[in-house]
């Protein structure tokens, strides 16, 4: 059985920073790319950052700068750290993971950035 946990999610103020986690089991991560994808309230789910098996990465125009996305290979979790967080960062965040036709996603973690 896939699953895909998110964890790290919560409120911070403008400014601050904080770090999602994705734990996967029942896939052979290594192989899998790995993204991250926002949800705001009566928006369109985005993409943020994803990261393929070799560890290229690629992100959305509005984190470019502020958020970096990793992945520990040996504890099959990928990492979202996000800094300078704006009060429009705050969103649902999942965690998605793909390789070829196969697709799988978390249940996601709210972020929700406000002073």
């Known amino acids: 059985q896939v699953q895909l946990v998110e964890s790290g999610g919560g409120l911070v103020q403008p400014g601050g920073s904080l770090r999602l986690s994705c734990a996967a089991s029942g896939i052979t991560f290594r192989f899998y790319v790995m993204g991250w994808y926002r949800q705001a309230p009566g928006k369109q789910r985005e993409p943020v950052a994803t990261i393929s098996s070799g560890g290229s990465t690629n992100y959305g125009d509005s984190v470019k700068g502020r958020f970096t996305i990793s992945r520990d290979n040996a504890k099959n979790t990928v990492y979202l750290q996000m800094n300078s967080l704006k009060p429009d960062d705050t969103a649902v965040y999942y965690c998605?993971?793909?390789?070829?036709?196969?697709?799988?996603w978390g249940q996601g973690t709210q972020v929700t950035v406000s002073s």
């Open positions: 998605k993971g793909r390789l070829g036709g196969s697709e799988y």
